[in-house]
């Protein structure tokens, strides 16, 4: 034990260190930020525990999503994260919150661990540290995805890379340990996000054949590397295959948009963007604005590693330059000039956001310049070298700080019950989970209002009755008791045949049987209710949800790579590895320098964090960050108290403006909103709706804090020069009435607030 304890490397030690500082706004505070993402995930994994609970373990239904209807999100969204979170919500003292908030510091413990642990092999410690804090403290690590977005899936999905990047490379060893821990990583990160593991895995080939095709590469363990990569695919089948094979049973057309939010166009980020300062969060806003940026120290040291490349001064010179390679190619997909390659690869447009690409940046970036602080530390040696990385440590997390202090929130205890979840629908701003019908059924042609009977057993935490009562034969009854979440029985006795219609979405897999005999479903028009015809006497009627073929194809493609990936592990087992060369020795700086470093920059923190040097916070009726301040009411309820709009713009532009509302008092409504660029004879040029304003329903806005809204007007291309009026305004769409601007008074004095003029030049 001794010995191990000694063998044990302490830049562990300090990169947990790291991570700790990074995440001390979740290990802090309980609870989780609410009105981002993260509030989706929490609800997911509390319906995915109480269906486990219940004895469904790998449910592909929400049956208590969509106003009780349910739906297959858990069939078609990547179920790692919220599996990684189980065991937390399961226990009695935790719930759904803190298996989320663990997933989250799980995440970003795995990155950085991760990439210390790829860095240090061919650039040492020195290099690992400076890597190790280079990711961590990457914006969008730290800040924008998992409190910005509160995309839990992401966050984990991203975090996933260096690791599997490490393990991949450590079957250079050709053991049984290594090949089995590179395949489950790569199951991993095709089961974590959706999107992002389609990038995630091509970098990771792109990064294997690389390593191949070089000289010091060796055929066996480039089979191996390439049959993890295969098998590790394969493995995860049980869950992206009937994505892939029933995906025309599911609403996808929202995913993407032309001209909408979902838009790759509208998501190209600009140099001086990637490359700036994060700036200071605003504790006033519901959701602070932030700048989607790689990081100062982290894109200098790329550079310095790019210019040492150059100079052939950096160790692993091939190994350096694919990460400077990738660098490019993620920096230039994420810029508006590689619009062409996003309109001709089929696949992309579905990624959505081409700053998404960040996830992968951040890793790439930490390697870049983990391989500059080695060369660094070589060339300059001595007493400088030894306190160089923790120098460089420091001035990551320094610059980082800013967004390290982000707005507080609520502690309190969140429900997630079914009820708890029920409310959260009642109020508008999302169904089951999603807020644009993602993954609803095909057959649903017009999305139901709550039926009574069901709500009401969901408010009290009851199991549902289901049965479309109303439609029943004169005489008939129906009985019905639920088996288990996704298996119902119903006792039923009629003297003429009838339609059973159940309060439930129709999908592959639901399965009725009467007496024990399979019958054909039907699907009731235009809400795609389920349907089981169902003969004249007394019967038992089963309804329950089993694999369809496209799943059970999946699940034995994941069996056999199981097999195939136990049957490698057993080989290599057996076999004698042949031994493989040492990579070249690197410098290996102590870690009691970095420690030193966090330390300190965890006392700055606290200092500049209480002195309030860190955040701005806007109050009353101002939004700080906005251009122009305005105060405009609306109907006494809603007021705009600033926006930020181009003065001068160009015909076939797309045109950002950015609206700052602020409750006056509780909201009646959920209004909409809308902007307009008008001809100088008032008619209509381009516009921009939302049924939210800054997708968040209006009648769940706090008082004390203002929400931004963003809006992209997308001009004609054969605008004719001229000044156009720009206005703004809410209104009702279910009445079709516009809130009226008021007075001190409360009386009308338009429809609309003007917020001035846009210049179209030549």
């Not at 963007?273 to 040291?301: H, V």
């Not at 009627?541 to 493609?557: C, G, N, Y």
């Not at 060369?581 to 290996?588: C, I, K, L, Q």
């Not at 609206?659 to 660029?677: D, I």
Request: glycine letters at 8%; charged letters at 15%.
């Amino acid at each position: 034990m001794r010995q191990r304890l000694q063998r044990l490397d302490p830049g562990f030690l300090a990169v947990l260190a790291i991570a700790a500082l990074a995440l001390w706004p979740f290990l802090s505070r309980p609870g989780l930020p609410r009105f981002t993402d993260a509030e989706l995930h929490v609800y997911r994994l509390a319906e995915l525990a109480r269906l486990v609970a219940a004895g469904e373990f790998y449910p592909r239904w929400a049956p208590n999503f969509y106003f009780g209807y349910g739906y297959p999100i858990f069939n078609y969204y990547a179920p790692l994260s919220y599996y990684a979170g189980l065991p937390v919500a399961l226990l009695p003292w935790w719930d759904a919150v803190d298996g989320v908030r663990a997933v989250f510091i799980l995440g970003v413990l795995l990155g950085a661990l991760g990439t210390y642990a790829f860095v240090r092999v061919y650039w040492g410690r020195s290099g690992a540290l400076v890597a190790a804090a280079a990711y961590a403290f990457a914006p969008y690590v730290l800040y924008v995805d998992p409190h910005a977005r509160g995309d839990l899936a992401e966050t984990f999905g991203m975090s996933l890379l260096p690791p599997a990047l490490w393990a991949l490379d450590r079957l250079r060893r050709r053991s049984a340990g290594a090949w089995l821990l590179a395949v489950a990583l790569v199951a991993a990160v095709i089961l974590s996000h959706n999107l992002l593991a389609l990038a995630s895995f091509a970098l990771l080939l792109v990064w294997t054949v690389w390593e191949c095709a070089g000289r010091e590469g060796s055929r066996a363990v480039c089979g191996l590397r390439l049959g993890a990569l295969l098998v590790g695919v394969a493995l995860a089948a049980f869950f992206w295959l009937p994505v892939a094979l029933e995906q025309e049973a599911v609403n996808l057309n929202t995913l993407i948009g032309d001209g909408g939010h979902f838009d790759y166009r509208n998501h190209f980020l600009s140099v001086a963007g990637l490359l700036g300062p994060p700036g200071r969060l605003d504790w006033g806003a519901t959701e602070a604005a932030f700048r989607l940026n790689l990081g100062l120290p982290q894109w200098l040291l790329a550079l310095a590693a790019v210019l040492l490349l150059t100079l052939r001064q950096v160790r692993a010179p091939r190994r350096a330059l694919f990460f400077a390679l990738a660098a490019l190619v993620l920096l230039a997909m994420m810029l508006p000039l590689s619009a062409p390659v996003w309109a001709r690869v089929p696949l992309l447009p579905y990624f959505q956001f081409p700053w998404r690409l960040l996830a992968l940046a951040a890793p790439v970036l930490a390697v870049l310049g983990g391989i500059a602080a080695e060369a660094l530390v070589r060339q300059l040696g001595g007493r400088a070298a030894r306190w160089l990385p923790a120098l460089l440590v420091g001035l990551i997390i320094l610059a980082g700080l800013p967004l390290l202090q982000v707005p507080p929130w609520s502690g309190e205890a969140w429900d997630t019950s079914v009820a708890g979840v029920l409310a959260e629908e009642m109020r508008g701003r999302w169904l089951g989970t999603t807020s644009t019908a993602d993954f609803v059924p095909a057959t649903v042609d017009v999305i139901p209002r709550p039926t009574e009977q069901v709500v009401e057993a969901m408010r009290a935490n009851e199991i549902p009755d289901r049965v479309n009562r109303a439609t029943l034969p004169p005489g008939t009854t129906v009985r019905a008791e639920q088996v288990r979440p996704l298996l119902a029985r119903y006792v039923v006795s009629s003297a003429e045949p009838f339609p059973l219609r159940l309060f439930q979405f129709a999908f592959p897999g639901w399965e009725a049987r009467v007496d024990g005999e399979p019958v054909a479903t039907e699907v009731g028009r235009p809400e795609g209710f389920l349907v089981i015809p169902v003969p004249a006497g007394e019967h038992v009627v089963e309804v329950a949800l089993r694999a369809t073929p496209p799943q059970r194809a999946a699940w034995l493609v994941s069996a056999l790579a199981a097999l195939v990936a136990g049957a490698v592990a057993l080989w290599l087992h057996r076999r004698r590895p042949a031994a493989q060369p040492a990579a070249a020795p690197v410098s290996d700086a102590p870690a009691g320098p970095v420690l030193a470093a966090v330390a300190a920059a965890a006392l700055l923190y606290g200092l500049l964090a209480a002195g309030g040097w860190l955040h701005v916070e806007s109050s009353g009726y101002q939004a700080i960050p906005a251009e122009h301040d305005l105060f405009a009411s609306l109907n006494g309820e809603i007021a705009l108290i600033g926006y930020d709009a181009p003065e001068e713009a160009h015909a076939g532009q797309t045109v950002t403006v950015t609206l700052y509302w602020k409750a006056q008092r509780a909201a009646a409504e959920n209004y909409q909103v809308f902007v307009h660029l008008l001809w100088p004879d008032g008619t209509i040029v381009t516009q921009s709706d939302k049924l939210n304003p800054g997708e968040f329903p209006t009648r769940r806005w706090p008082l004390d804090r203002y929400v931004r809204d963003q809006h992209r007007l997308m001009l004609p291309p054969d605008l004719p020069p001229d000044d156009y009026r720009l206005t703004a305004g809410l209104w009702l769409q279910a009445e079709g009435e516009r809130l009226p601007v008021v007075d001190d008074m409360g009386q009308p004095l338009d429809d609309v607030v003007t917020l001035g003029s846009v210049t179209i030049g030549e």
